[in-house]
């Protein structure tokens, strides 16, 4: 008889394929980093949209002041004159992951400025996320998927949405935290082991650091679990992986400052705790039964369910006390937005004013998953064949993925790893039926002669029964018979696999046509997201491009306002905008606004809202309450800019009006409709927002078209008694007025006025000083 020689060839096979692995993640880790660099090739190293400029201001601070300031920071530069406390309102990852970075980067002698790391903290995480998809799919389905779900991630355009050079946001980190956080559940699941569970909760409390994003960890974890325990599938691993990331993770979670005790308060947590009840309970009942006889087991279960409904029942009432308090129950108002799609809309008008926070179109699918909504449906199905904890936990991700996208267009970031890890099974089982299919008609007969005695029709189904009965006959032996009946029988539970293999054999030409459609789609999608990389997500909002006939226009209105503003204004000036404009504001002028994008207060949000709502004199009395020395306004008439304050003026009128009532809606539209030309109501025609817009636009080309609106202004021809202009960008894309003195309005008035006396006009002027400008 010959030696075993089989290991050997084996092992080499192993080591190759994890080598090859090895290198293959390399690249996907380039490939990710490098597609996201469009933005600093085709414009320059710039920080994006807004919310990234306050995070880059405060890890500005962070790096300047120490760890132990950035927690105590209370900053008077923004919501005057309320100020905010920095370290206690805000998710601290991104900053301390990027000022870390900093920190090592200029350890190692590598001189680099805070704004460069702050631009390529976004790139370096996505090689991270994945990589950490490879893990969680490498978990789920096997190593050919994890490699196939990693380079699909690392492309997939709505990630690259959030995740370009210069997009310096939470989700940069954060989508890395929650797919990491995921595989180590997944891996617990799987091993048991109580070193992962660990490791689960440090990463979970990462998670909670970063994005508020967490509580969709903190729920679809309980939901998964209560999955397994109603299907039959408890086990001990199962209790591992749950019990201590609920227990350490929440502990941890209470340490960030954002969070605090909201951690155990609010509703959003509340599903964890009573999952974390129903599985002990389980786990006794576990217990109990293999300690005890059938019929004791009956009699105890009886009591430990009594007891289990009895304490669940406590839990519940002492919940619903708590929260009965609440107006929303102890939910908060984005977490009710989506559980109830119209909840934002009909009672907080500034959370439905975002444009990220509206529903997606079906188009927007196609841009962002793009074919990847096509292989979805062929994952799920894989991930039933056979159904395992991981592949029961992946199929709840995607489908709860699904849904949350379908209300929040945001939130189509947390659906692309869930879809590129569905597609990137589908796309290893369908290659792997595919080439085994072409192997087999190819190679079949030389390699495996001893199966292959015949045609694949010779190989039929009571071939395999036999097989399989010699091979139930091996496991109903004792283990000591002699090792060349179990050589023997090993072989021929060889046999029965290779047979199995041989019935799931397709034709050569359909398979060799099927492997060149799924190529012919990789490379579309290869493309598209190269497309969208480089023309859709790339331009930073701060700096505008458009092309016409006589080439490319760049629009830098944006950084010559700002500018403007830190140099020819003083340090303690404050400047009032709509809440969009204030953390660059903040962050690039240097001084002090009303309101930003944080929208805490949404009281302050309303009393902006109304001064440009209001007419030219109400809207002066309330900004000189406020002390506001300036007034900024984008305005995209000129150049067809969308995006500018005009379309956004009914948010500004219903959130105003939702605190003031005089503040009504219908006053500013003509038969329900928005309009600006010579239909427009007097209200709308006479309110501070169109004033400081289409101040002398009808200079422009003389009849005051406005390219956004493709209509002509309805009032051209006015004055301004309030405010005077001091600055319009270039492209008149941002406009900036300064509230006039009360001396010179004074003056203004009094030349006009003839028949009144001064001490009337006087004293009648001191007496509306003292009426309140918000009635």
């Known amino acids: 008889m010959a030696a075993p020689e089989t290991p050997q060839p084996t092992t080499l096979r192993y080591a190759f394929g994890n080598a090859l692995s090895f290198f293959v993640l390399l690249l996907i880790g380039v490939l990710a980093f490098s597609i996201r660099l469009f933005s600093v090739i085709k414009y320059e190293s710039v920080i994006h949209e807004f919310d990234p400029y306050f995070n880059y201001r405060v890890t500005q601070y962070l790096i300047k002041s120490g760890v132990y ?63 950490a998809t490879y893990l ?212 907080i008008p500034i959370i439905a004013s975002v444009s990220e926070h509206q529903p997606p179109t079906w188009p927007s699918y196609f841009m962002d998953i793009n074919v990847l909504a096509f292989l979805v449906p062929a994952g799920i199905i894989a991930c039933f064949l056979p159904l395992s904890d991981a592949s029961s936990f992946a199929v709840l991700y995607i489908v709860t993925s699904v849904y949350f996208s379908g209300v929040m267009v945001r939130l189509m970031l947390v659906l692309a790893p869930a879809a590129c890890i569905m597609s990137g099974i589908a796309l290893s089982e369908a290659f792997d039926v595919f080439t085994r299919s072409v192997k087999f008609q190819l190679f079949g007969a030389t390699q495996d002669p001893q199966v292959n005695a015949g045609d694949t029709s010779n190989v039929t189904q009571n071939d395999v029964v036999k097989a399989e009965k010699s091979e139930d006959s091996l496991k109903e032996r004792s283990s000591r018979k002699s090792k060349k009946k179990e050589k023997e029988n090993v072989q021929t539970a060889s046999v029965v696999s290779r047979i199995e293999k041989r019935l799931l ?42 092309r016409s006939h006589d080439g490319l226009h760049v629009f830098d209105d944006f950084r010559e306002a700002y500018a403007w503003l830190r140099h020819n204004t003083d340090v303690d000036d404050k400047v009032a905008s709509w809440w969009d404009y204030g953390y660059q504001t903040t962050a690039m002028a240097n001084r002090t606004v009303i309101v930003d994008n944080n929208t805490w207060n949404n009281t302050h949000i309303a009393t902006v809202g109304t001064a440009m709502s209001s007419p030219e004199k109400a809207a002066w009395e309330i900004f000189n309450s406020l002390d506001v020395k300036y007034v900024l306004v984008v305005f995209g008439g000129l150049v067809g800019y969308p995006s500018d304050d005009i379309n956004k003026f009914l948010w500004m009128v219903r959130i105003g009006g939702g605190v003031f009532p005089h503040i009504k809606e219908p006053d500013y539209l003509r038969d329900g409709q928005y309009r600006i030309d010579s239909q427009a109501t007097p209200t709308m025609l006479n309110c501070l927002m169109y004033k400081l817009s289409y101040y002398r636009f009808v200079e422009t080309d003389g009849r005051g078209f406005d390219r956004v609106r493709h209509t002509e202004i309805g009032k051209k021809y006015f004055k301004l008694t309030h405010f005077e202009e001091v600055f319009t960008t270039h492209h008149w894309m941002v406009r900036i007025y300064k509230l006039k003195s009360p001396r010179n309005r004074i003056r203004g008035k009094t030349k006009k006025s003839k028949s009144k006396a001064t001490s009337t006009s006087s004293s009648k002027r001191s007496g509306a000083r003292k009426k309140n400008p918000w009635h």
Request: aromatic share 14%.
């Open 69 to 131: 300031d950035f927690w105590n920071w209370f900053d008077d530069r923004t919501w005057y004159p309320l100020g905010r406390v920095i370290g206690g309102t805000v998710y601290p990852g991104l900053t301390l992951t990027a000022g870390t970075l900093w920190r090592i980067f200029n350890s190692l002698n590598i001189p680099l400025s805070v704004e460069t790391v702050c631009v390529f903290t976004a790139p370096i995480f996505s090689a991270f996320a994945s990589w």
């Open 136 to 347: 969680l799919t490498k978990e789920v389905k096997g190593a050919g998927a994890g490699l196939t779900a990693a380079a699909l991630l690392a492309m997939v355009p709505s990630y690259i949405s959030r995740s370009v050079a210069g997009s310096y946001d939470n989700e940069a980190v954060a989508i890395f935290a929650l797919i990491f956080t995921f595989y180590l559940y997944i891996k617990t699941l799987n091993t048991g082991s109580l070193f992962y569970a660990t490791l689960n909760a440090i990463a979970y409390f990462y998670m909670v650091c970063s994005w508020g994003g967490y509580t969709f960890i903190i729920n679809l974890i309980p939901m998964h679990v209560l999955l397994c325990i109603v299907t039959g599938r408890y086990s001990s691993r199962l209790y591992i992986a749950y019990a201590p990331l609920v227990v350490l993770g929440t502990l941890l979670a209470a340490l960030v400052p954002v969070v605090g005790f909201n951690a155990v308060m609010t509703s959003e947590h509340f599903a964890s705790f009573l999952v974390f009840i129903i599985i002990h309970v389980v786990a006794l009942v576990y217990y109990i039964k293999g300690i005890l006889t059938p019929q004791m087991f009956k009699v105890a279960v009886t009591l430990v369910i009594s007891v289990g409904l009895i304490v669940c029942a406590a839990v519940l009432a002492v919940l619903i006390a708590l929260v009965a308090s609440s107006p929303t129950k102890g939910w908060s108002g984005r977490s009710l937005s989506l559980l109830d799609p119209t909840y934002a809309s009909k009672y």
């Open 505 to 546: 054999v397709l034709p050569l030409e359909a398979s060799l046509i099927a492997i060149f459609l799924l190529v012919l789609l990789g490379a579309f999608y290869v493309v598209h997201c190269v497309w969208a990389a480089a023309e859709a997500y790339s331009a930073p909002s701060i700096v505008l491009t458009s």
